[in-house]
């Protein structure tokens, strides 16, 4: 199963409030995010290997695509 969401514009913490509660909701799969900012890629990715989530970053020009996956 994968989803996708898009957070980018969200102000802090928004996008990390998210893509938390996204990630509850899945309990396990696949969720990538395109998000618009090194600090937003940053907290997301702590706050998902914090929670045993496997996250692979790819930067896209200015953009990031995070892909978090269990």
Known sequence: MSEKIDVRGLSC???VV???N???EIKKG??????DTGT???NITR????A???VEVKEEGEEYL???SK
Do not use: G, Q
């Open 40 to 42: 937003a890629k940053d």
């Open 30 to 35: 696949i969720l990538e995010v395109l998000i």
């Open 66 to 68: 995070l892909i978090i």
């Open 22 to 24: 996204k990630l509850l």
């Open 52 to 54: 045993d989530w496997k």
């Open 18 to 20: 998210t893509v938390r």
């Open 47 to 50: 706050m998902a290997v914090n």
């Open 13 to 15: 913490p928004l996008p």
